[in-house]
């Protein structure tokens, strides 16, 4: 067994020794290589643990090794929603003198783990998630190791966990009370995923609209998508096979939204003369498309910048770890909504 001298002297020779692998296979480990075999990769972790590596790496960070770094884990890179969240981040870390290291996760809770907790292992100085699949064990090991970080458009577990999003459930309101002011009766609602909170409160105002203007709330016009443009593809054919199809879509998303334009117009139908559509997030290729899409705004590159801000300010003050910070949205009115066609 090793004295508490040697505890608090472990390198990376250490872990590599006791795991009975070479330096360079605990590095591609620590770096989330995905070359590494399973096995291997889960005995040097379970080393990591054991030896207390990764604390011990924060300690000498804390202790003058500041990386002058953020780390961001992102979903994918594929969106306009990503990027202009990024786009704020980087605009605030370029203000500090500071640099952005981003890790795109495609939304499977084992790499947000893995990633997670490399990062926290003292690679970067702080952590943006925006929209973390499972966050419940990543912001436990973060709290566990006393690491600053930040959620973005994710409420989190508790009200002691930081976070910065947008008002959804106001936006969804928003978005579907314009739609009955038109005068349609029958709107469907394409839903993100529902394990995220945003989804779960743009569906919530949806219905609380319904039922303001008393409206029935059909359960067949609610289709559960996942925030992918397929997804507003397959569910609006779904919903216009109905035998009573609605004359509106509310999507989750822009990106979805854009998917219900395509199945609109696969079955031979106008956009908005036929079908009406609105979108979420005002992402930069909303006002683009044709017709230009009708869309609640949350300020996605605000978010990045105030995101940001929050994480440096705790940087500065780790006492000031428990900020709640919520954007509010406003209605878009484009091109791609109208009056519900006669009957």
């Known amino acids: 067994m090793m004295s508490q001298t040697r505890k608090s002297k472990i390198t990376i020779h250490d872990v590599a020794a006791e795991a009975g692998v070479s330096f360079g296979t605990v590095s591609r480990v620590i770096n989330n290589d995905v070359h590494v075999k399973k096995e291997t990769r889960e005995k040097v972790w379970d080393v990591v643990k054991k030896l207390n590596y990764v604390a011990n790496r924060q300690a000498r960070s804390l202790a003058g090794g500041k990386t ?29 003198d500071m640099d952005l290291i981003v890790y795109t996760t495609h939304r499977t809770p084992t790499k947000e783990a893995n990633y997670v907790a490399n990062l926290a292992s003292g690679m970067v100085d702080g952590l943006l998630l925006v929209l973390p ?67 779960v409160d743009r569906l919530a105002g949806y219905q609380s609209a319904l039922k303001t203007y008393h409206l029935a709330e059909s359960p067949e016009l609610i289709y559960e998508g996942n925030f992918d443009q397929p997804d ?4 609006a054919l779904a919903l216009l096979d109905l035998p009573d199809p609605p004359t509106a879509f509310f999507a989750s998303n ?44 949350q300020p996605l590159e605000k978010m990045g910048r105030v995101s940001t801000q929050l994480l440096l300010k705790m940087l500065e003050n780790s006492e000031d770890k428990n900020a709640r910070i919520e954007l509010p949205t406003h209605l878009v009115i484009r091109d791609s909504c109208e009056k519900p066609p006669k009957t």
């Open 232 to 235: 507003g593809y397959e569910g």
């Open 68 to 96: 002058n770094s953020i780390g961001v884990l992102v979903p994918d890179l594929g969106t306009g929603y990503i990027g202009e969240i990024v786009r704020g981040i980087d605009a605030e870390l370029s203000l500090a």
């Open 133 to 199: 699949r499972e966050p419940q064990n990543l912001i436990e090991t973060m709290k566990q190791l006393h690491f600053p970080f930040v959620l973005i458009d994710h409420q989190g577990t508790d009200e002691d966990c930081p976070a910065v999003g947008a008002a959804n459930w106001s936006g969804g309101y928003n978005a579907t009370e314009y739609l009955i002011g038109l005068g349609h009766k029958r709107i469907g609602h394409i839903t993100g995923s529902m394990d995220l909170g945003c989804a």
């Open 254 to 297: 822009d990106v979805m939204a854009m998917g219900v334009m395509d199945a609109v117009r696969s079955r031979g139908l106008r956009v908005p003369q036929d079908i009406s559509i609105v979108g979420f997030d005002d992402i930069p290729q909303s006002s683009l498309i044709r017709p230009a899409l009708t869309t609640i705004n």
